[in-house]
Nanobody, 121 residues
């Protein structure tokens, strides 16, 4: 079993930055893929960023050039650096992880509880 705990959410003004963290614990040795989903009120959940094998990354078009996902394997932690934040980035951000990634339509096995990011002036 794997536990994921997010942190780093909060209130930020447009154009500002936040860094989200997701710490994994438990049977983490088999975790190969980690990512971030988000869901805003009235909107569908979307995969924001993904990192596989600690090196291969993928991003939603809406965040490319602004967000960066990274993983510290020694700490079993994945990060999401969010820059140039926009009001439309406001959402609950969820950490997601699993042994393998297959499709953004099929979430990986483990979820965090989520952390709220609010972008407002």
């Amino acid at each position: 079993q794997v536990q994921l705990v997010e942190s780093g959410g909060g209130l930020v003004q447009p154009g500002g930055s936040l860094r989200l963290s997701c710490a994994a614990s438990g049977s983490i040795f088999s975790i190969n893929a980690m990512g971030w989903y988000r869901q805003a009120p009235g909107k569908e959940r979307e995969l924001v960023a993904l990192i596989i094998s600690g090196v291969t990354t993928n991003y939603a078009d809406s965040v490319k050039g602004r967000f960066t996902i990274s993983r510290d394997n020694a700490k079993n932690t994945v990060y999401l650096q969010m820059n140039s934040l926009k009001p439309e980035d406001t959402a609950v951000y969820y950490c997601n992880a699993g042994p393998n990634y297959y499709s953004d339509l099929i979430p990986m096995d483990y979820w965090g509880k989520g952390t709220l990011v609010t972008v407002s002036s």
